[in-house]
Structures are given as C-alpha cells and as structure tokens.
C-alpha cells in the first residue's frame, strides 16, 4: 500500500441553507482558482436554475482546489433528505468529513443524518461553526450541541475529539477560536493536518466505484468515483458489474476521462488509485456498479439505493386548454421525458400504468417529486399530476408507513397551536427544548401527515417558524388522518373571469385568479371555507339596463388573489383533483371537469 500525499478527497456535509456551497465559494476563490479579473457568480457550485432560486443544492457537485502542491477534491453534497440518496453514496469516495454547522441554529434533522452516515463509514471529521457573523451566533452553546449529537450517535472517542473551526463563508475566514479570522488558511492547513491521505494500492489490477452519475446529450451517461485500486487508462477494456448481481457482468471500454480541476473537467489519459474521475463511452453504467480490469472482475460492496416513500401519477394534458403552451404534449413525449430523468436519478421510479396516458412516479418525497415536475415544465412540458400518496410496505404481516423525524423550531406563543394540529395529524412529541426566546420539538410523524402542512404551519407561526424533517423508519399504519378541511371553488363555464363574477365570487371564499384569467368548466378558481365545493360563475358580465352604466363596474373592490406555488398547489389539491402544469401556468382542476356529471356522481354515492 502507498499513501498518495498530494491528495485529499473530502465532503462538505450540514443541513440545507448553513452555508456549505457559499464556504465552497471562498475556498475556490482564496486558492486561486479563479482568475484574479475573472466574473463569477455567487454560489458557483449551484449550477442549475432551481439550485439557485431555492438556495438549496440538489445535486451532489465536485470540485478541486490546490494547496501546497496538495490537491484537496472537495464534495460539496445536498443538505436536503430528498437527495439523502446522493449523500450516501458520496461519502464512499473520500477519507473525511467537514461537518457545516450555523452558529445560530446548531445541528439540524439533515445534519443527524448525514453525520450519521459518516460515522457509519469511519470518517474523520473536522466540525466548522458557520456563519460566526450572525447577531443570534451561539457560539459556545451550538459545539456541545454537536458534541451531545456525535454521543447521540455513538461516535468513537478519536471522532468525539474531532477539531472544531470558526467560520464565516461570507467573508471568507475561519479561525480556531472564537474571534473572526483574516482568511481560510487555518481551514486548508487543518483539512492537510488532520483528513488521512487516501492509502491505495496502485500496482493491483484496476478497480472503480461509480459513486454519481451525471448525463450528457452528447456522451450519454457520464460515470463519477474513485479508483479504488490500479491505474486507468483511455481506450482500457474493462468489465461492468455490481456487487448486489442485479444484472450480469458485461465488456465494455473507457472512451474518455476526465480530472476535476476546478470547477472545469480537464481530459486526462490516465489515472491512479485515490484520484476522483468521470468517464464516459460505457452504456448503461449506474451508480454503484463496479469497473475492473477486463477479465479480472472483483465488485467493491455498496449500500443499496433507499427506496422511495412518496407516489404521484403523471399523465397526459387533457383539459381543455391542452395543447396551447408546451411544445411536449403527447404521451410519447411524457414517457421518454420520465424514462430519460432515471438515468441520471436513481432514487426515481417510473411505472406504467393500465392507461398507455399516465405512469406513476415514485420518489424520496414531495420535494424531490416537485423538483422534477419544475424542471419538466421549464423544459416545455405539459401535464397532469394526482395528489401525493405515501408508499406503504407490508412487514411481518402488518401494514407500515413511512415515519419522518421532524423537526420544529417556533416562538414560545406559537407551540400550542402547532402541538395541537400535529396531535392530529398522529404525530409523537420526542423532546422540546428551549433554545433562546424559541422552542425546538422533535416529534415523530407519519409522511402523510405532513402533506398539506407546511401552508397551515407558516400561517400558526406567523411565518417565523422553520420546520424540516428526514425519512425516520416504516412503522405499523397509525389510523386515519383527516383530510383538508376546506372546500374548493369551481368554475361554473369556459371563458374569461371578470371582475363582476369575480367580486360575487369573493363572497363565498379565497380566489386564486385575477380578472382577464382563462377559465374553464371544472378549473378550481379558489378555495372555500366550508368542506363541500361551491361552483361559482367568474365570467358572469353585468346586465346592462337604461338606468345602469357600464363604467360602474369599476368601482367594483377586488381583494388580491392568493398566489399559489407549485409546492402550494401540491398540498392544496384533494383525491379528486388535478394539478395541470404548463410551461406558463398552474392550475387546480377537478378530475371529471363537467359540473352535472359530478353532481350526478355525488347522488349515486348519496
């Protein structure tokens, strides 16, 4: 065994929004990988639009610095337990961990859990207190917290003793007290210090763990990992294969590869053990397969993919404004679309269904369903999409549910209301500390109970509460939860809304739309206090009389309508309704559009 000195591979791990891609900025920028002149945007490593918007990383991204002759490979993984998938299968390419802490809200769900992770695989792990600058910064208070959740966790005593830095990714310091620093020095010297060099053998025959995939119009799937063993080399013949034998061992050749450095890919010829590259040319390669040496084939073992706990159908457009602004509408089109998604998303899955309009889309949870559904409709895609429903498992014969750990952090004069709606939703109160002049609960919660939440919790909270939660273990099914307690309001005719129907329409409840908005029989316009629909008429003109004017109706007051999210829609809509997605809009609609035929519908039921 050699030990490879010019390198460190290393992961970047915390909760979603603590700061690790803006720390990956500052280091990026203070080794000198960037041009002094050179134009970058903020977050550089959030290179896809919904990356940035949101503020949260969903992809898992690499990238390289240089630092006395050192090359330190820096993953920078996400924070949000949708793409929990991804974090695990990441952290089997490097040898430490820099656990990313917010000086204010100390250790989150997300960051239990991929801490977790990391202990399970024997890392090192340096503990990095972020975001020093805040006015609410507990500095002293937040390293016992992750001291008391390593002991949680039952980490060994060398990883109980883990070195702890002050950060600001902002500004671009750290420092090993408590004072603010003047750069990230102390940072690099620690990650050289204190993360163990890879210890690989380089003289054995090739061996590669492919730990993400990326996917590329032009190369097709482009395979990401380390070489655990050997050297590679282009136009290598190689053998495929996976350690869980799902399919069988196949030839196959290495076209190109390439180094990270940076944040470009440099093609390289070959590569040693230790060394993180991607490589393309090798079909139907999938994250966690093994390549060997042609004829010498010995799989690396890998944790198997966790399964998806949340279900949606997709189908195809059929209201009546199908067809009017997405250029992808036909069910050919969804189909590819969704199979063409698996080959780079692997917690995905894709089923048909008895209709040859609509497959049903499994994943992580509602984030990750909404994710894709985004990306689809900025893509040009037109569909419709169910309610969200939770994947049940039969386990020794009983029936199981997905339980999330959740996590709540409110003002004290807010934890009645929400321990009262979580009751009913068969949440369990795990522990509640207080944390300044706020409450942190940690309740256990069945997924579906979650669905429709979010929107009830920020208006409990008065918009001041913060909730996340994180895949927790399947239990036996806990009963009944009750469903949304509001009704929907429906339109009457196909047409345009106006501010008569509208200003009657009012009256009965909460509208979404705004004068000049297409409508369409069946399309839901707003929500409605009480539990039943209520078909209302938004197009419904004013009958002009000799003694009544046409310009009246401008002194008409309309109250602003509610604009809904996609996420907002998706935990609005009932069994019975439709989300339909356009590149240009969303809209609720009902399932059986013709208002007669659902009432008929209701009378047989009776």
């Known amino acids: 065994m050699k030990v490879r000195e ?25 080794s000198g990988t960037f041009r002094e002149n050179q134009a970058v945007e903020e977050r550089v490593m959030d290179s896809n639009d919904i990356e940035r918007e949101r503020g949260i990383t969903i992809l898992a991204k690499n990238t390289s610095i240089k630092y006395k002759d050192t090359k330190i ?10 793409f929990g998938g991804e974090v695990e299968r990441v952290l089997k390419m490097v040898n430490g961990v820099l656990l990313l802490v917010d000086a204010a809200e100390g250790p989150m769900p997300q960051t239990r859990f991929v801490l977790q992770k990391a202990l399970e695989l024997g890392h090192k792990i340096i503990i990095v207190v972020n975001k020093i600058d805040k006015p609410d910064a507990r500095l002293n208070e937040v390293v016992d ?60 025959s090739m061996q590669y763990l492919v730990s993400a995939i990326d996917y590329n119009d032009y190369v097709g799937r482009i395979a990401i990992g380390r070489i ?24 196959g050749k290495v076209v190109t590869m390439y180094q990270i450095e940076g944040l470009e890919r440099v093609p390289c010829q ?14 139907n390669i999938t994250i966690g397969d093994t390549i060997c040496d042609f004829g010498s084939f010995e799989p690396i073992p890998f944790v198997k993919i966790s399964e998806p706990t949340v279900e949606m159908t997709f189908s195809v457009n059929n209201s009546p404004f199908a067809g009017r602004e997405g250029k992808f509408v036909t069910s050919r089109q969804l189909r590819e679309r969704l199979f063409k998604e698996l080959l780079k998303d692997v917690s995905l899955r894709v089923s048909e269904t008895d209709s040859t309009d609509s497959f049903k889309v499994a994943g992580r949870g509602e984030m990750h369903l909404s994710i894709l559904i985004e990306n689809m409709r900025r893509e040009g895609y037109e569909l419709g999409v169910s309610t969200p429903h939770v994947l049940y498992k039969e386990i020794d014969g009983k029936l199981c549910e997905p339980i999330e750990r959740l996590v709540i952090d409110v ?85 345009e809304a106006v501010t008569y129907g509208l200003f009657n ?102």
């Open 73 to 82: 490979n820096i993953i920078d993984t996400p924070g949000h337990a949708d």
């Open 505 to 606: 329409a009012q009256e009965r409840g909460e509208l979404f739309i705004g004068a000049g908005t297409p409508v369409y029989e069946g399309m839901i316009v707003g929500a409605s206090p009480k539990s039943d629909d209520l078909v209302v008429n938004v197009c419904k003109k004013k009958h002009l009389t000799n003694t009544r004017a046409s310009g009246s109706d401008d002194a008409l007051r309309l109250i602003p309508p509610r604009v809904m999210s996609l996420e907002d829609c998706l935990e609005f809509i009932a069994d019975d309704e439709l989300l339909e997605i356009t590149p240009k809009n969303i809209r609720i609609r009902k399932r059986t559009l013709s208002n007669t035929q659902r009432a008929k519908d209701r009378a047989k039921l009776g």
């Open 145 to 204: 917290e992750v001291l008391e959740l390593l002991m949680d966790l039952d980490a060994t005593d060398e990883q109980l003793d883990s070195p702890v830095l002050f950060c600001s990714g902002r500004d671009g310091t750290a420092s090993l007290t408590m004072e603010v620093g003047k750069d990230m020095t102390p940072l690099f010297d620690m990650i050289l210090e204190y993360i163990p060099a890879p210890e690989v053998d380089d003289e054995g």
């Open 270 to 283: 070959s590569a040693k053990a230790g060394d993180i590259v991607c490589i393309s040319g090798i079909e």
């Open 411 to 495: 003002p004290e004069n807010a934890v009645g209301s929400v321990m009262e709606k979580i009751g009913a939703r068969k949440g369990e109160l795990q522990e509640m500390t207080p944390v300044g002049s706020r409450m942190r609960l940690e309740f256990l919660i069945p997924a579906r109970g979650l669905f429709g939440y979010k929107s009830e919790f920020l208006t409990d909270t008065k918009g001041e509460g913060i909730m996340s939660s994180v895949f927790h273990s399947y239990e036996p099914y806990k009963g009944d939860i009750p469903k949304r307690a509001t009704g929907s309001l429906v339109a009457f005719e196909t047409g």
């Open 6 to 30: 010019d390198l460190r591979n290393v992961a970047i791990i915390a909760h979603v929004d603590h700061g690790k891609t803006t720390l990956v900025d500052q280091m990026l920028r203070q």
């Open 228 to 251: 655990e063993r050997g050297e590679m080399k282009v136009n290598q013949d190689v053998t495929i294969g996976d350690f869980h034998e799902t399919k069988k061992e196949y030839r």
